[in-house]
């Protein structure tokens, strides 16, 4: 099963795609949509996580859409610029038929550390120790979309089974299936 | 020109597309996309927004796209789903390469009633008189979307000379064009 996770902020979008299979975590591709401060177009930074996004889709096609849930902001504003962010990124997985998830960051920190209360830096070294992921300059942004695909992975751990990878493992090896 | 108004909501999403050539205005259409209340799916909300205004704009071929600003709602779970129903209309236009312009609900007000604390029967007697709208039952949830493109034609007077409607008028009456 590969699962896309998705943090979007409304200046950087932050997205990894992970595979999950037979209870194995692997790092497919991971990165962040930085959208410039001095652009204040909104429709143009709509537009830019939208395609973004979408290019992300075509290239990895995830089964599944996982978002951190928002309840709240500092202000009005912020969580109106948080809120466009988020309806660009779940249209362009939902225009594209992926199903959606979302966990609040209680439950992400809880699933990624053990504990719901982790810090941030707890959370970036356990998503780099589970992922093995080596480097760091860009790695940051997309921490928090990691660690939420990480999340949904660890608790459908069941759903893994009837994965696509599964399905693809059976094309490539029909010699290893038993016939009954 | 072609002018699309548009008033997103979280519960009904009202539109309406006026034309706006040499100082008149005259209507196109208008409707509304009404998202159950049962459906609680926010994605699926979402989708509903976007595919549907994407085939209003399919069929009438807007110039711009002019929406109310937002300042703010009564708590954050409406400003929230208010925010996401804006973000798939602007997408859905701003997709498509249309021109986009917001006004206060003030300025509104006042360019279709010339009070800028006009009441909703007065706007909605307004527009009704400016389109020459005689139906009552639909047209309601449609009012403030028709308003705000009013407003938007009232407001740039001068623009409506380099309309693709003179363009549409020059090819479709070549003989009464003076050739210099």
Redesign the interface.
């Known amino acids: 099963m590969l699962i896309l996770g998705i943090d979007p902020g409304s200046v950087v979008c932050g997205y990894g795609v992970i595979e999950f299979y037979s209870g194995k975590l692997s790092l497919i591709e991971y990165g962040s949509i930085k959208v410039k401060k001095k652009n204040e177009d ?3 930074r ?2 830019e996580i ?2 973004r996004l979408n290019a992300v889709i075509d290239r990895t096609k995830p089964d599944i859409a996982v978002f951190e849930t ?4 500092k202000n ?1 504003q912020s ?2 610029k948080l ?6 990124a ?2 362009a ?3 594209k038929d992926i199903k ?1 998830a979302e966990f609040t960051p209680r439950e992400i920190k809880k699933s990624v550390t053990g504990n719901g209360n982790a810090g941030k830096k707890q959370v970036q070294f356990m998503v780099r120790t589970l992922l093995k992921i080596q480097e760091t300059p860009d790695f940051y942004d997309a921490t928090d979309a990691l660690a939420t695909a990480i999340c949904y992975a660890f608790r459908n751990q069941n759903i893994a089974k009837t994965s696509k990878t599964w399905t693809e493992f059976i094309k490539q090896n029909p010699d290893k299936i038993l016939k009954i």
């Open positions: 909104l429709t143009q709509l537009k939208f395609l928002v309840f709240y902001s009005a969580l109106m809120s466009f962010a988020r309806a660009s779940i249209l997985t939902s225009l959606f």
